[in-house]
């Protein structure tokens, strides 16, 4: 006669070893320190900031508790950098590009000069305008003035 | 060969100074029983092996989570417990396994040792224990392997002191019926 407890424990002796192995693994591995330090180590460490383990705790779930509202800011955030990126012209880029103009706009402001230039210092190659005739007014009337000659 | 140990003899305070020879006989008192707690409950000695040597590495762990060294049995199991839940859980299968059944008080003066099987009746009442339901063989091996008290085994499986003897009332009642036709 056997209590269940035996029939129980008998009936899986065969897996002691394999247990024997587990055990002598796990306290194997306590002895050279691969595991986590003993709890109480640990207590004693935690011992220092007990404070603030409590803040960082409540800090974490202030911030989970904000997360989707956090993530929809930084959404719109990025989106706002982007948009900004792609638009403005930077203001350096400007000024560096109009202190460097290309080749062909430095050619065309040297034949602008150089028209300039001509126009000021030679004379007009052109023939000038014949002058318009000399117009003599003619007389108001038909009526000729009265002359002694006439009579 | 199982060491067996009163709980009071058991070096708790040795570990929680992490004094892996404190470790060893402890995990040598409970490895047996921990295991045919969980190969009973999950049937695959594989699985079973793993969950036992997760349940050693988490108490190495949380040893400072004790507060009284005489439960530190009902604590691994607890532990034990916890990890057969979660690979169920990954199987899809806590809420077949936690069915509740209705509460019925136990009954008065059980002890583990009243019931005795005769050699006979072995793979019969094995095959019984097998057929149970998770949460009621649950509860029978706590009782029956670690003679666990009923708030302990409350504690170890995260249920009301009164679902716990309902569990144990109908697993007892089914085992005995059993037994007795087995004897008649």
Same mark, same amino acid.
């Given at each position: 006669?056997?209590?269940?407890?035996?029939?129980?424990l008998?009936?899986?002796?065969?897996?002691?070893?394999?247990?024997?192995?587990?055990?002598?693994?796990?306290t194997?591995? /306590?002895?050279?320190?691969?595991?986590?330090?003993?709890?109480?180590?640990?207590?004693? +460490?935690?011992g220092?900031?007990?404070?603030?383990?409590?803040?960082?705790?409540?800090?974490?779930?202030? %911030?989970?508790?904000?997360?989707? !509202?956090? +993530?929809? %800011?930084?959404?719109?955030?990025?989106?706002?950098?982007?948009?900004?990126?792609? !638009?403005?012209?930077?203001?350096?880029?400007?000024?560096?590009?109009?202190a460097?103009?290309?080749?062909?706009? /430095?050619? +065309?402001?040297?034949?602008?000069?150089?028209?300039?230039?001509?126009?000021?210092?030679?004379a007009?190659?052109?023939?000038?305008?014949?002058?318009?005739?000399?117009?003599?007014?003619?007389?108001?009337?038909?009526?000729?003035?009265?002359?002694?000659?006439?009579? | 060969?199982?060491?067996?140990?009163?709980?009071?003899?058991?070096?708790?305070?040795?570990?929680?100074?992490?004094?892996?020879?404190?470790?060893?006989?402890?995990?040598?008192?409970?490895?047996?029983?921990?295991?045919?707690?969980?190969?009973?409950?999950?049937?695959?000695?594989? +699985?079973? %092996?793993?969950?036992?040597q997760?349940?050693?590495?988490?108490?190495?762990? !949380?040893l400072?989570?004790?507060?009284?060294?005489?439960?530190?049995?009902?604590?691994?199991?607890?532990?034990?417990?916890?990890?057969?839940?979660?690979?169920?859980?990954?199987?899809?299968?806590?809420?077949?396994?936690?069915?509740?059944?209705?509460?019925?008080?136990?009954?008065?003066?059980?002890?583990?040792?009243?019931?005795?099987?005769?050699?006979?009746?072995?793979?019969?009442?094995?095959?019984?224990?097998?057929? /149970?339901?998770?949460?009621?063989?649950?509860? %029978?091996?706590? !009782?029956?392997v670690?003679?666990?008290?009923?708030?302990?085994?409350?504690?170890?499986?995260?249920?009301?002191?009164?679902?716990?003897?309902?569990?144990?009332?109908?697993?007892?009642?089914?085992l005995?019926?059993?037994?007795?036709?087995?004897?008649?």
């Amino acid at each position: 006669m056997k209590t269940l407890r035996e029939v129980l424990l008998e009936k899986h002796q065969a897996v002691e070893p394999k247990l024997d192995t587990i055990r002598e693994q796990v306290t194997a591995g /306590l002895a050279a320190g691969t595991t986590d330090a003993p709890p109480q180590a640990k207590e004693m +460490a935690r011992g220092w900031q007990p404070d603030a383990s409590a803040f960082q705790i409540s800090w974490r779930r202030f %911030l989970w508790s904000l997360r989707w !509202h956090l +993530a929809g %800011l930084s959404a719109v955030w990025l989106v706002v950098l982007f948009l900004d990126l792609d !638009h403005t012209p930077d203001p350096m880029q400007g000024v560096t590009r109009r202190a460097t103009p290309s080749p062909r706009q /430095l050619l +065309a402001a040297l034949r602008e000069n150089q028209r300039q230039l001509r126009e000021l210092i030679a004379a007009p190659d052109w023939e000038p305008a014949p002058e318009p005739p000399k117009l003599t007014p003619s007389p108001r009337s038909e009526i000729r003035p009265f002359t002694n000659s006439a009579v | 060969m199982l060491v067996v140990a009163e709980p009071e003899q058991l070096p708790v305070p040795r570990a929680r100074a992490g004094d892996p020879a404190a470790w060893d006989i402890l995990f040598r008192r409970y490895q047996l029983p921990l295991y045919v707690y969980v190969f009973e409950l999950v049937h695959d000695e594989q +699985a079973s %092996l793993d969950i036992v040597q997760e349940t050693f590495i988490a108490a190495t762990r !949380h040893l400072g989570s004790l507060r009284e060294d005489g439960k530190f049995g009902s604590w691994m199991f607890g532990i034990a417990h916890q990890k057969c839940l979660q690979r169920w859980r990954k199987q899809g299968r806590e809420a077949a396994a936690l069915e509740e059944l209705a509460a019925e008080p136990a009954e008065s003066g059980d002890d583990p040792a009243e019931l005795v099987i005769r050699a006979e009746q072995e793979a019969a009442v094995m095959k019984l224990l097998n057929q /149970l339901p998770v949460a009621q063989r649950s509860v %029978l091996l706590l !009782h029956f392997v670690e003679d666990f008290p009923l708030e302990d085994i409350a504690a170890v499986t995260g249920t009301a002191l009164g679902t716990v003897k309902s569990r144990l009332h109908y697993a007892k009642k089914a085992l005995k019926e059993l037994i007795e036709r087995g004897e008649s």
